[in-house]
Every structure is written in structure tokens, then in C-alpha cells.
């Protein structure tokens, strides 16, 4: 994605593309510096949506400070039930509640990234994932805005 502190032609490419007809940017899985570069650069070139692709993936790795960074920047930031799951748990329920917590919910959506054999299916998951959530203190309505009102927002229906 990038090549000594700069994004690479093709990534501007998309970026502008984007721009230009008011698409959703997903940093997909970008490190967290580059994803820090897309979402400035994005903003920079008019991107008015912004989210960050499940960012406590091991591959994406950002920290609480680097989330808080891009949430400042005007990106949402992806939290996914799908990595609580299996024998290679990768984020627990209370990283998550604590990220949240620390984000703001305002900067923040909660999505299943489910679909694959063995786990459970969406919305049997997101029921799942809003328990675990609601039991480590996060509020129905902040769940409400996480999972329908940022979404929305972040697809521009809002």
C-alpha cells in the first residue's frame, strides 16, 4: 500500500475514484500505519466516508492511540464478532468493550464478518456479539448506534 511513507500510485487511484463518486472507503487490510495514510489522504481528496476494516485484526493491529487517530480523522472503526470466535481467538469481547469505550461509539460499527462454515450465521452471531457486549456495559442504545446508525451514516443513507 506504501512504499517509504507514501501511498503507492494505485492506491491514489482508487481513493480518487471514490472521491469522484462518493463511495464508502474500507481500509480492507492495511496495516495501521497505512491505513492511517488511506483514511488522511482520503480526506484530503474529498472522501466524505471512511471505515477501517476491522482494525484489532492481527493483520490490521492498531492500537487504542492509532483508532483514536483515525476516529479524529473522520473514520469509522469496524469491530468484528467473527474474531472473538474458533480455537484461534484473536480479540476478546472486553478488548473490544474497552476500544469502544475508549473510540467513543460514535466512531465505531459493529459487524459479524460471518459466513464461514462452522460459524454461526449473521444475525444469530450479531445476537451473540451484542449480549457479550451489553455484559461488559455497553448500552442497547450504544449498540443501536454502532450496529444501524453508523452503518448507515458510513454508507451515506444518512
Given at each position: 500500500?506504501?512504499?517509504g511513507?507514501?501511498?503507492?500510485?494505485?492506491?491514489?487511484?482508487?481513493?480518487?475514484?471514490?472521491?469522484?463518486?462518493?463511495l464508502t472507503l474500507?481500509?480492507?487490510?492495511?496495516?495501521?500505519e497505512?491505513?492511517?495514510?488511506?483514511?488522511?489522504?482520503?480526506?484530503?481528496?474529498?472522501?466524505?466516508?471512511?471505515?477501517?476494516?476491522?482494525?484489532?485484526?492481527?493483520?490490521i493491529g492498531?492500537?487504542?492511540?492509532?483508532?483514536?487517530?483515525a476516529a479524529?480523522?473522520?473514520?469509522?472503526?469496524?469491530f468484528?464478532?467473527?474474531?472473538?470466535?474458533?480455537?484461534?481467538?484473536k480479540?476478546s469481547?472486553?478488548d473490544?468493550?474497552?476500544?469502544?469505550?475508549?473510540?467513543?461509539?460514535?466512531?465505531?460499527?459493529?459487524a459479524?464478518?460471518?459466513g464461514?462454515?462452522?460459524?454461526?450465521?449473521?444475525?444469530?452471531?450479531?445476537?451473540?456479539?451484542?449480549?457479550?457486549?451489553?455484559?461488559?456495559?455497553?448500552?442497547?442504545a450504544e449498540?443501536?448506534?454502532?450496529?444501524?446508525?453508523?452503518?448507515?451514516?458510513?454508507l451515506?443513507l444518512?
Open positions: 500500500m506504501s512504499k511513507g507514501q501511498l503507492l500510485p494505485e492506491v491514489l487511484q482508487v481513493i480518487d475514484i471514490v472521491a469522484k463518486h462518493q474500507e481500509t480492507g487490510h492495511s496495516s495501521a497505512d491505513g492511517l495514510l488511506i483514511i488522511q489522504e482520503a480526506r484530503r481528496r474529498g472522501v466524505q466516508h471512511i471505515v477501517v476494516t476491522h482494525a484489532m485484526a492481527p493483520e492498531m492500537t487504542i492511540p492509532q483508532m483514536q487517530q479524529r480523522d473522520g473514520a469509522y472503526i469496524e468484528v464478532y467473527s474474531g472473538t470466535l474458533g480455537p484461534n481467538v480479540v469481547i472486553p473490544f468493550a474497552k476500544a469502544i469505550r475508549a473510540v467513543g461509539p460514535n466512531s465505531c460499527i459493529l459479524s464478518d460471518l464461514q462454515v462452522g460459524n454461526p450465521f449473521h444475525p444469530d452471531g450479531l445476537a451473540l456479539f451484542f449480549e457479550a457486549l451489553r455484559k461488559e456495559g455497553i448500552s442497547q449498540i443501536d448506534l454502532m450496529s444501524k446508525t453508523n452503518p448507515a451514516k458510513a451515506g444518512q
